[in-house]
């Protein structure tokens, strides 16, 4: 069954620093793409990269960077330079190709703390 | 500015209440979806609608009802049969069902049974 699995409840980074978020998916649909939110303490969801699974290359938005492992099937997202802005908690999403929904199916989430 | 609101921010509802929470998109989005959060916990998807006066249900269905008879609006009733509504209600829409379509959020309702 399609399934996203994040392993960390909480992280701590201290500020300007990297850190990544891990996210392992299944999935038997060839075709599905990766999404990662971030939800501030004020609840909204804000869209921050995507990955198609038959992308190439990793995707890039800016700070936020995807290490995109197909054959271990994760999808792990690096945030470059944190601020404390970046304080938040981070969902793992996966949408099938195949899906007659489009429905999102999400993970746990991961929450990170940036330390000044 | 396009976008999703929801309404309101926040809800509370006595035992044995329905209550209806709002979503309006003026994205021009077909698809619609509501998910329900639980603390701690990922989205649930609760119902989903691709096109005007058409709505399935989702993963936890039990004890909620939606209806949409307008592309921009998809509210959602919380029924006296949903045993357990307390929780973070988050509307979200797409242009379409693809797999890399992009879902965009409002900024939820928190219910609170009382």
């Known amino acids: 069954a399609q399934k996203i699995t994040q392993t960390q409840p909480g992280m701590f980074v201290q500020e300007k620093e990297a850190v990544t978020l891990d996210c392992t998916y299944d999935?038997?649909?060839?075709?599905?793409?990766l999404f990662w939110y971030k939800q501030p303490s004020s609840g909204e969801m804000i869209f921050l990269i995507y990955?198609?699974?038959?992308?190439?290359q990793n995707a890039t938005e800016g700070r936020y960077s995807l290490n995109f492992q197909k054959a271990r099937k994760s999808a792990n997202l690096v945030i470059s330079a944190s601020q404390l802005g970046d304080s938040a908690m981070y969902f793992c999403?996966?949408?099938?190709?195949?899906?007659?929904?489009?429905?999102?199916?999400f993970g746990q989430g991961t929450t990170l703390q940036v330390k000044p | 500015d396009g976008g999703i609101t929801q309404s309101p921010k926040y809800l509370f509802r006595k035992e044995g209440q329905n209550v209806t929470l709002s979503c309006e998109q003026n994205?021009?989005?077909?698809?619609m979806y509501w998910y329900r959060q639980d603390p701690g916990q990922g989205l649930r998807l609760i119902y989903y609608?691709?096109?005007?006066?058409?709505?399935q249900k989702g993963d936890i269905a039990e004890g909620y009802s939606v209806s949409r008879e307008k592309k921009e609006s998809f509210p959602l009733t919380v029924t006296s049969a949903q045993k357990n509504p307390t929780a973070f209600y988050l509307c979200?829409?797409?242009?379409?069902?693809?797999?890399?379509?992009?879902?965009?959020f409002g900024q939820g309702t928190r219910l609170t049974v009382v």
């Open positions: 979200a829409s797409s242009i379409d069902r693809g797999m890399n379509t992009e879902a965009f």
């Open positions: 999935t038997s649909d060839p075709s599905y793409g």
């Open positions: 990955q198609g699974s038959y992308d190439q």
């Open positions: 999403a996966m949408r099938e190709g195949a899906s007659n929904t489009g429905k999102l199916i």
């Open positions: 994205l021009n989005h077909d698809a």
């Open positions: 609608s691709q096109i005007v006066n058409d709505f």
